[in-house]
């Protein structure tokens, strides 16, 4: 299984997640995010963006209630919601967001 | 209402060359989600999974050494660690790397998750829990 980008292709797991961390590029994360069913603005690249500095940072992808709780912390509680995050990826924040972030599946997601 | 019990997952191994350490992590991780009294012990070669510095490039694995850093988003806040297991391994405390918490009740402000205990502490720790789980 794998996404077509530009000619090339980037192999994912049986849910999604690609297998090489390092094959992340923009573009991937719009065909990743078409086929989740999400149009790509600046408010998911906000978040898209706020889990790739924390994998960087911690080496791992927050559960849910971790991400949602670190972003109300650096962006606010405008933002820092479930019902904010769920109207951006409705089918859960963290494992849409991480899928398209490039990163693996959420550690603690139940 | 559910019961909270307490919950201690004992760390003995160094943290590459077994499994352990990286599965001990993540099952905290995992297990932090059902809002339990959770705390992490160090002892004997676990002392080294604490250490800063750590560089694994040269064996290939992930260095997960900073993910103990995402310890404290996830509530868990108590990491206990022999004195005796890093007197023992000319370690002090220095040797470590930082770990803090932000604690909700007091206006967020950050806290030490660490905490170096001597070995009849640590035991008293032990007995104290109504779960204990080795790595």
Known sequence: MAYQVNGSTVEHDEEGYITNLDEWSKELADTIAESENIEMNEEHWEVVNFLRDYYEEYQIAPAVRVLIKSIKK????????????????PYGPAKQACKIAGLPK????? | ???TKKFLYVNRKAP?????????LEVVLIGAAFEQDVSLAF??????QLTKGQD???IGVKNFSPTFRALGDYEVTKLYIEQESLDERGLTKD???EI???DEDDDWAEKPSIRVVNRAEMAAIMADQDVVLSF
């Open chain 1, 74 to 89: 650096s962006m606010g509680p405008e933002k820092g919601n479930n019902k904010y995050m769920y109207e951006l990826f």
């Open chain 1, 106 to 110: 959420p550690t603690g997601c139940v």
């Open chain 2, 1 to 3: 209402m559910s019961v």
């Open chain 2, 16 to 24: 590459y060359g077994t499994i352990y350490a990286l599965e001990s």
């Open chain 2, 43 to 48: 002892l004997d070669d676990g002392v080294f």
């Open chain 2, 56 to 58: 694994t490039k040269g």
């Open chain 2, 95 to 97: 040797d470590l790397q």
């Open chain 2, 100 to 102: 803090v918490y932000e």
